[in-house]
DNA sequence: AGTATGACTTTCT
DNA sequence: TAGAAAGCCATAC
């Protein structure tokens, strides 16, 4: 995995997200050891477009608002994945978005 | 090799 | 408290 480019991390820790939580860009650079490497994960993610075993929508900006909605397939596609999960998505933001919170550096264990 | 872009974050005004 | 600007890292051209 270290070895692996900066995309396989980011899919590995975004795959391990729990089903109904959701994380943000930063955490999860942070937990790659850059956490000002923010954006390198949403430009991750979007070649994680061609996975689809990668939870994407489960990853949203610090606000919890879907600001990278508009990556996917459909305008409303993320929110339809966000709710399967019994998310609840308002005005594309993340209802109780510190609650679902689910931050690697804290719940995953480094390896 | 250098410049430009990006699904962000933090900080200053 | 809200809005605007700068910073920062990794990839692509």
Not at 36 to 54: C, F, I, K, P, Y
């Amino acid at each position: 995995m270290t070895n692996e480019g900066f995309f396989a991390k980011v899919y590995s820790i975004t795959k391990q997200v729990p089903f109904g939580r959701v994380t943000s860009y930063g955490a999860i650079a942070r937990y790659l050891g850059t956490p000002q490497s923010a954006r390198m994960v949403g430009w991750a993610l979007n070649a994680s477009h061609l996975d689809d075993s990668v939870p994407a929508h489960r990853v949203v900006n610090r606000k919890g608002l879907l600001s990278g909605k508009h990556h996917f397939k459909g305008s409303n596609l993320m929110q339809q994945l966000l709710e399967s999960e019994n998310i609840t998505v308002i005005n594309n933001g993340i209802d109780n978005f510190d609650i679902l919170f689910w931050d690697p550096n804290i719940e995953l264990i480094k390896q």
